[in-house]
């Protein structure tokens, strides 16, 4: 069994401006230095085996400054990214929540649907699996990560994860003792 933290990353400039950054590669504010800190604080004494986040600064950035002097390994992955929502980068978070539905299976425009960030969450656990077995780590991530977590960890369909309402708090635990057949054939 792996225990997993999820962090959602610090607020980004895109945050403080209510777009959607996808994969845009924006930079946090100084709200989000600042709340990159206080995670930092908030594990000082947690023992984490390493920390997972995407390749984009937003997520790496609140990892290397939380942690920063500890010796804990960083590692960026780049199937924990956002949804890739094409030509709606940076459009109106509002204008991506009302297509979130219909974006389950059906790729927003030049971009990427739920399914198929799903599909990198579920790869992703099945590495953790092999490498990470007995560990304790955390993910600081995006909606699309933690939309991963809650559909293959927790069986809750990608449809209801992905339209119900969302709220920030300080680290979601998850515990992942393995992907089961039923668990990977989930319908959508």
Request: hydrophobic share 35%.
């Amino acid at each position: 069994m792996i225990k997993i933290i999820f962090e959602s990353h610090a607020t980004s400039l895109d945050n403080e401006q209510d777009l959607s950054s996808g994969h845009n590669d924006v930079e946090l504010s100084k709200l989000g230095l600042q709340q990159a800190k206080e995670l930092g604080i908030r594990y000082i004494s947690e023992e984490l085996d390493a920390i997972f986040c995407s390749d984009l600064q937003r997520s790496y950035k609140t990892a290397e400054i939380a942690f920063s002097g500890r010796s804990i390994p960083i590692i960026q992955d780049k199937r924990l990214r956002e949804c890739d929502y094409g030509d709606l980068t940076q459009h109106p978070a509002d204008e991506i929540k009302e297509q979130r539905a219909e974006r389950i299976k059906k790729p927003f425009p030049s971009g990427e649907s739920y399914e198929q960030t799903s599909e990198r969450m579920k790869n992703f656990l099945e590495d953790l699996l092999e490498k990470y077995d007995g560990k304790r780590v955390m993910i600081i991530g995006h909606r699309a990560t933690q939309y991963g977590l809650e559909h293959w960890i927790k069986g809750v369909g990608l449809r209801e994860v992905v339209t119900a309402p969302w709220q920030w708090q300080p680290g979601w635990v998850y515990e992942l003792e393995g992907l089961t057949q039923e668990r990977l054939s989930l319908v959508h």
